[in-house]
Protein backbone atom coordinates (compact mmCIF):
# COMPACT_ATOMS: atom_id res chain seq x y z
CA UNK A 1 0.00 0.00 0.00
CA UNK A 2 1.27 3.67 -1.19
CA UNK A 3 2.34 5.86 1.60
CA UNK A 4 0.76 9.55 1.14
CA UNK A 5 1.99 12.44 3.00
CA UNK A 6 0.04 15.04 1.22
CA UNK A 7 -3.70 14.82 0.82
CA UNK A 8 -4.98 17.48 -1.59
CA UNK A 9 -8.92 17.88 -1.04
CA UNK A 10 -11.55 19.96 -3.18
CA UNK A 11 -14.07 21.27 -1.59
CA UNK A 12 -17.22 21.64 -3.60
CA UNK A 13 -19.37 18.38 -3.27
CA UNK A 14 -16.10 16.87 -1.98
CA UNK A 15 -15.98 18.12 1.33
CA UNK A 16 -19.01 20.71 1.48
CA UNK A 17 -21.92 19.89 -0.70
CA UNK A 18 -22.32 22.89 -2.91
CA UNK A 19 -25.90 21.97 -4.18
CA UNK A 20 -27.78 22.67 -1.04
CA UNK A 21 -25.67 25.82 -0.82
CA UNK A 22 -26.65 26.59 -4.17
CA UNK A 23 -29.98 25.67 -4.34
CA UNK A 24 -30.37 28.00 -1.06
CA UNK A 25 -28.67 30.87 -2.27
CA UNK A 26 -30.87 30.56 -5.53
CA UNK A 27 -34.19 30.44 -3.86
CA UNK A 28 -32.70 34.23 -2.17
CA UNK A 29 -31.68 35.33 -5.01
CA UNK A 30 -34.77 34.69 -7.35
CA UNK A 31 -37.06 36.11 -4.12
CA UNK A 32 -35.48 39.11 -4.60
CA UNK A 33 -36.21 39.58 -8.47
CA UNK A 34 -39.49 38.59 -7.22
CA UNK A 35 -39.24 35.35 -9.24
CA UNK A 36 -40.26 31.38 -8.57
CA UNK A 37 -37.34 29.23 -8.85
CA UNK A 38 -38.87 26.35 -10.48
CA UNK A 39 -37.22 23.12 -11.46
CA UNK A 40 -37.13 23.78 -15.23
CA UNK A 41 -35.70 27.59 -14.34
CA UNK A 42 -33.21 26.06 -12.18
CA UNK A 43 -31.98 22.76 -14.65
CA UNK A 44 -31.58 25.71 -17.29
CA UNK A 45 -29.44 27.85 -15.02
CA UNK A 46 -27.46 24.89 -14.50
CA UNK A 47 -26.68 24.25 -17.78
CA UNK A 48 -26.12 27.76 -18.46
CA UNK A 49 -24.01 28.13 -15.49
CA UNK A 50 -21.63 24.78 -16.37
CA UNK A 51 -21.16 25.44 -19.57
CA UNK A 52 -19.43 28.81 -18.57
CA UNK A 53 -17.04 27.39 -16.11
CA UNK A 54 -16.25 24.64 -18.48
CA UNK A 55 -15.06 27.66 -20.53
CA UNK A 56 -13.24 28.58 -17.67
CA UNK A 57 -11.40 25.59 -16.77
CA UNK A 58 -10.38 25.31 -20.70
CA UNK A 59 -8.60 28.71 -20.46
CA UNK A 60 -11.73 30.33 -23.29
CA UNK A 61 -12.85 32.92 -20.48
CA UNK A 62 -11.71 34.29 -17.70
CA UNK A 63 -13.74 34.15 -14.38
CA UNK A 64 -14.96 37.38 -14.20
CA UNK A 65 -17.11 36.84 -17.42
CA UNK A 66 -18.56 33.69 -15.99
CA UNK A 67 -19.97 35.37 -12.54
CA UNK A 68 -20.70 38.54 -14.36
CA UNK A 69 -22.88 37.10 -17.37
CA UNK A 70 -24.52 34.05 -15.97
CA UNK A 71 -27.22 35.73 -14.37
CA UNK A 72 -28.06 38.11 -17.32
CA UNK A 73 -28.05 35.61 -19.86
CA UNK A 74 -30.71 33.75 -17.72
CA UNK A 75 -32.94 35.82 -17.18
CA UNK A 76 -32.69 37.64 -20.66
CA UNK A 77 -34.35 34.07 -21.77
CA UNK A 78 -37.21 34.54 -19.16
CA UNK A 79 -37.76 38.19 -20.47
CA UNK A 80 -36.05 39.92 -17.51
CA UNK A 81 -33.14 42.27 -18.37
CA UNK A 82 -30.65 42.71 -15.04
CA UNK A 83 -27.18 44.04 -14.30
CA UNK A 84 -25.84 40.32 -14.09
CA UNK A 85 -22.73 41.59 -12.00
CA UNK A 86 -25.13 43.40 -9.34
CA UNK A 87 -27.04 39.86 -8.76
CA UNK A 88 -23.39 38.09 -8.64
CA UNK A 89 -23.18 40.61 -5.49
CA UNK A 90 -26.31 39.42 -4.05
CA UNK A 91 -26.16 35.50 -5.04
CA UNK A 92 -22.21 35.61 -3.69
CA UNK A 93 -23.67 37.07 -0.29
CA UNK A 94 -26.02 34.46 0.18
CA UNK A 95 -23.70 31.67 -1.27
CA UNK A 96 -21.19 32.75 1.97
CA UNK A 97 -23.37 31.65 4.46
CA UNK A 98 -23.73 27.76 2.40
CA UNK A 99 -21.43 25.74 4.62
CA UNK A 100 -23.60 22.60 4.36
CA UNK A 101 -20.85 19.19 5.30
CA UNK A 102 -20.65 16.79 2.78
CA UNK A 103 -21.62 13.40 4.73
CA UNK A 104 -18.49 11.97 6.85
CA UNK A 105 -15.92 15.38 5.81
CA UNK A 106 -15.48 16.61 9.36
CA UNK A 107 -15.00 13.06 10.53
CA UNK A 108 -12.50 12.24 7.81
CA UNK A 109 -10.86 15.59 7.88
CA UNK A 110 -10.41 15.36 11.86
CA UNK A 111 -8.90 11.96 11.82
CA UNK A 112 -6.28 13.02 9.38
CA UNK A 113 -5.46 15.96 10.47
CA UNK A 114 -2.33 14.82 12.89
CA UNK A 115 -1.46 11.99 10.19
CA UNK A 116 -1.11 13.90 6.75
CA UNK A 117 -0.38 17.18 5.80
CA UNK A 118 -3.43 18.87 4.68
CA UNK A 119 -4.25 21.25 1.88
CA UNK A 120 -7.64 22.59 0.32
CA UNK A 121 -7.30 23.16 -3.79
CA UNK A 122 -10.31 24.62 -5.45
CA UNK A 123 -11.90 27.02 -7.96
CA UNK A 124 -13.77 29.71 -7.43
CA UNK A 125 -13.86 33.07 -5.25
CA UNK A 126 -11.36 33.64 -2.35
CA UNK A 127 -13.95 35.43 -0.22
CA UNK A 128 -16.60 32.86 -0.88
CA UNK A 129 -14.26 29.84 -0.03
CA UNK A 130 -12.65 30.81 3.16
CA UNK A 131 -15.82 32.21 4.43
CA UNK A 132 -17.72 28.52 3.62
CA UNK A 133 -14.77 26.95 5.13
CA UNK A 134 -14.63 28.84 8.43
CA UNK A 135 -18.33 28.35 9.08
CA UNK A 136 -18.02 24.76 8.51
CA UNK A 137 -15.15 24.32 11.02
CA UNK A 138 -13.04 22.46 8.47
CA UNK A 139 -10.81 25.74 8.06
CA UNK A 140 -8.32 25.10 10.86
CA UNK A 141 -8.15 21.65 10.28
CA UNK A 142 -5.73 22.14 7.01
CA UNK A 143 -2.40 23.80 6.92
CA UNK A 144 -3.39 26.09 3.77
CA UNK A 145 -5.97 26.58 1.55
CA UNK A 146 -5.24 27.08 -2.86
CA UNK A 147 -7.89 29.08 -4.40
CA UNK A 148 -7.99 29.77 -8.18
CA UNK A 149 -9.05 32.97 -7.97
CA UNK A 150 -5.25 33.89 -5.74
CA UNK A 151 -3.53 31.90 -7.79
CA UNK A 152 -3.93 33.66 -11.07
CA UNK A 153 -4.63 29.96 -12.61
CA UNK A 154 -7.41 27.10 -11.93
CA UNK A 155 -7.52 23.30 -12.27
CA UNK A 156 -6.69 21.77 -14.49
CA UNK A 157 -4.35 24.29 -15.61
CA UNK A 158 -0.56 22.88 -14.68
CA UNK A 159 0.64 26.18 -13.88
CA UNK A 160 -1.83 26.19 -10.79
CA UNK A 161 -1.08 23.12 -9.61
CA UNK A 162 2.83 24.47 -10.22
CA UNK A 163 1.78 27.51 -7.83
CA UNK A 164 0.52 25.17 -4.85
CA UNK A 165 3.12 22.88 -4.81
CA UNK A 166 5.81 25.66 -4.83
CA UNK A 167 4.03 26.34 -1.41
CA UNK A 168 3.90 23.40 0.05
CA UNK A 169 7.52 22.85 2.76
CA UNK A 170 9.09 19.65 1.63
CA UNK A 171 6.11 18.67 -0.79
CA UNK A 172 7.12 15.69 -2.91
CA UNK A 173 4.44 14.64 -5.87
CA UNK A 174 5.52 10.94 -5.36
CA UNK A 175 3.77 11.28 -2.24
CA UNK A 176 0.74 13.25 -2.63
CA UNK A 177 -2.71 12.59 -3.10
CA UNK A 178 -5.82 14.33 -4.87
CA UNK A 179 -9.22 14.26 -3.83
CA UNK A 180 -12.08 15.74 -5.43
CA UNK A 181 -15.46 15.05 -7.44
CA UNK A 182 -14.61 17.11 -10.97
CA UNK A 183 -13.52 14.57 -12.95
CA UNK A 184 -11.81 17.34 -15.35
CA UNK A 185 -10.78 19.70 -12.62
CA UNK A 186 -9.24 17.10 -10.25
CA UNK A 187 -8.56 14.06 -11.72
CA UNK A 188 -7.27 15.09 -15.13
CA UNK A 189 -5.30 18.18 -13.82
CA UNK A 190 -4.24 16.13 -11.21
CA UNK A 191 -2.61 13.45 -13.61
CA UNK A 192 -1.58 16.09 -15.86
CA UNK A 193 0.35 17.56 -12.82
CA UNK A 194 2.07 13.94 -11.90
CA UNK A 195 -0.44 13.22 -9.00
CA UNK A 196 -2.24 10.12 -7.70
CA UNK A 197 -5.31 11.10 -7.38
CA UNK A 198 -8.63 9.47 -5.64
CA UNK A 199 -11.96 10.13 -7.74
CA UNK A 200 -15.06 10.79 -5.30
CA UNK A 201 -17.52 9.65 -7.23
CA UNK A 202 -21.03 9.53 -5.11
CA UNK A 203 -23.48 9.68 -8.02
CA UNK A 204 -21.45 6.98 -10.05
CA UNK A 205 -20.84 8.86 -13.14
CA UNK A 206 -19.23 7.40 -15.90
CA UNK A 207 -15.92 7.85 -17.54
CA UNK A 208 -15.92 8.33 -21.37
CA UNK A 209 -12.35 9.14 -21.53
CA UNK A 210 -8.70 7.45 -21.19
CA UNK A 211 -7.78 8.34 -18.26
CA UNK A 212 -8.16 6.75 -15.23
CA UNK A 213 -8.16 7.49 -11.70
CA UNK A 214 -5.88 6.21 -9.38
CA UNK A 215 -8.55 4.99 -6.75
CA UNK A 216 -12.21 5.99 -6.78
CA UNK A 217 -14.70 6.45 -4.24
CA UNK A 218 -18.76 6.80 -3.86
CA UNK A 219 -17.78 7.63 -0.12
CA UNK A 220 -15.42 9.36 1.78
CA UNK A 221 -15.03 6.74 4.35
CA UNK A 222 -13.49 4.64 1.63
CA UNK A 223 -10.65 6.96 2.12
CA UNK A 224 -9.47 5.02 5.13
CA UNK A 225 -9.26 1.88 3.31
CA UNK A 226 -6.69 3.58 0.44
CA UNK A 227 -4.86 5.28 3.06
CA UNK A 228 -4.52 2.10 5.45
CA UNK A 229 -5.34 3.62 8.08
CA UNK A 230 -7.89 3.31 11.13
CA UNK A 231 -11.59 5.05 11.67
CA UNK A 232 -11.08 6.69 14.86
CA UNK A 233 -14.33 7.07 16.74
CA UNK A 234 -14.77 10.89 16.12
CA UNK A 235 -18.87 11.78 16.65
CA UNK A 236 -20.76 12.00 13.46
CA UNK A 237 -21.36 15.12 12.39
CA UNK A 238 -24.91 16.20 10.92
Not at 49 to 66: A, C, T, Y
Not at 103 to 127: C, F, H, P, R, W
Not at 156 to 167: E, G, L, N, Q, T
Request: glycine share 8%; aromatic share 12%.
Amino acid sequence: MKKYQTLLFDVDDTLLDFGAAEDAALRLLFDSQKMTLTTEIKAHYQKINQGLWKSFEEGKIDRDEVVNTRYSLLFKEYGHEVDGALLEKSYRSFLEEGHQLVVGAMELISDLQNKYDLYIVTNGVSKTQDKRLRGSGLHPLFKGVFVSEDTGYQKPMKPYFDYVFARIPDFSVEKALIIGDSFSADIVGGQLAGLDTCWFNPTMKSNHTEIVPTYEIQKLDELYRILNIDKESAPQQG
